[in-house]
């Protein structure tokens, strides 16, 4: 079998000095994608910071297109570093290099500049490309055929929706060989939610991975090959797609049955 795309190894990680997630092992293929499924406040959005680089990992592995990404070994002490310089160099992570490499994160939430127009967002998002061939600005404004009437309008001004289009068109931009989408449908309109999902299965149908976080069982279910079901920081159960139970299967897996 070839090598997979991204291969996460014993991970723990938290907000020092409170650990949020720990022993996390999940492996993604060469075109396979993968979708996290847990509570609220489980810990999900910290583990994919911590793959994308924002925060760093206390101990385990991350290696991404055959690079390994953090520095190995354990985490030091912190007090130590602080104030120090050391600290800067020293990370076990760095977000430029991880974003540099292809593995691109659309964050929960809409961390776009409010005060840019949309054209300005989509012109800096290439930045990460570092060279690599990726969706150009007339596919992904084919992908999002609303956002052309939008381009001049500051990003203060767009709805949830249009939000969230602009963070997965600015994700591909930046030429992903991996797509991290931290629930991308959260908070949406009906009607906007099943644009935005039937988007993201046409970028998926490209063949691009994509680790994908979302609550809703049905669009999971078609995006993703595997489901790591996600509680109290750790995998507590890995599913093929067929397997999965459906909504109320998985709420009985980490809840228990309903009495
Ligand atoms: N910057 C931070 N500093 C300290 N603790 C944090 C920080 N961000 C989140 N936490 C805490 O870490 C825990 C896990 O949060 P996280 O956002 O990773 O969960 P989640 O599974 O993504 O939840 P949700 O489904 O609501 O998005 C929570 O208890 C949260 O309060
Ligand atoms: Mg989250």
């Not at 596919?139 to 309008?153: A, K």
Request: charged fraction near 25%; aromatic fraction near 6%; proline fraction near 5%.
């Amino acid at each position: 079998m070839a090598d997979p795309i991204l291969q996460v190894t014993d991970l723990s990680g938290g907000y020092d000095p409170v650990q949020i997630f720990r022993d996390i092992n999940l492996s993604v293929g060469a075109g396979e994608s993968i979708g996290i499924f847990g509570p609220n406040g489980h810990g999900k959005t910290t583990l994919l910071k911590t793959l994308s680089g924002l925060i760093d990992p206390w101990s385990g592995d991350i290696r991404f297109d055959g690079q390994q990404m953090n520095r190995s070994g354990a985490r030091g002490s912190r007090r130590w570093q602080n104030f120090n310089y050391d600290a800067i160099t020293r990370r076990r992570m760095d977000p430029k290099t991880v974003a540099r490499a292809g593995l691109i994160h659309v964050q929960q939430g809409n961390l776009l500049f409010p005060e840019l127009t949309v054209d300005e967002t989509l012109s800096i998002s290439t930045r990460a490309a570092s060279g690599r061939q990726g969706w150009s600005r007339a596919d992904v404004l084919g992908l999002f055929p609303r956002l052309s009437e939008r381009l001049v309008h500051k990003i203060r001004f767009l709805s949830g929706g249009e939000r969230q289009m602009v963070s997965v068109a600015a994700g591909l931009l930046s030429a992903p060989r991996m797509l991290i989408l931290d629930e991308p449908t959260l908070g949406l309109s009906p009607k906007v939610r099943s644009e935005l999902c039937d988007a993201i299965v046409t970028v998926r149908e490209t063949g691009l991975p994509i680790i994908l976080i979302d609550q809703d069982v049905a669009f999971l279910e078609r995006i993703i090959d595997r489901l790591y079901l996600f509680d109290h920081g750790r995998i507590s159960r890995v599913m093929e797609r067929d397997e999965i139970p459906g909504h109320e299967g998985l709420m009985a897996m980490l809840f228990g049955e309903v009495t």
